[in-house]
């Protein structure tokens, strides 16, 4: 179980928006340079529009990251809390980590808080 919380753990959840602010930065100079003719300031400026939609995007996937990383810290702490090793169900256990659990004809899905889907074959 824990090493399955520490592959949750391991992924990069963050792209930067700092990259997203740089290529903006970068293509608004273009397009000042390049005001007086015509196509290619519409190219542009429609490269800027789809960075600033991307960047809004981005900033409310890192956001919605941050939270999976502070559900994730808190399963951890919560697992370090405990000093037995689990030989039977905990209801507890089962209600802070899992989500939903879906019964197909070959597997099981295992949706934890954090959005994560562990499969579990038959």
């Given at each position: ?85 689990l030989e039977e169900y905990d209801d507890s256990l089962v209600n802070r980590l ?25």
């Amino acid at each position: 179980m824990e090493a399955n919380i520490k592959e949750v753990l391991d992924q990069k959840y963050d792209e930067t928006v700092e990259q997203v602010d740089n290529q903006l930065h970068e293509l608004q100079k273009l397009l000042y340079h390049s005001a007086n003719e015509k196509e290619e300031y519409e190219r542009l400026a429609e490269q800027i529009y789809d960075l600033r939609e991307k960047k809004q995007e981005l900033l409310f996937a890192n956001a919605t990251n941050a939270e999976k990383r502070r559900r994730l810290s808190d399963i951890k702490a919560f697992l370090k809390a405990q000093h037995i090793e689990l030989e039977e169900y905990d209801d507890s256990l089962v209600n802070r980590l899992i989500e939903e659990v879906r019964v197909k004809e070959e597997s099981l899905e295992v949706k934890l808080k954090t959005g994560q889907i562990k499969v579990v074959e038959k």
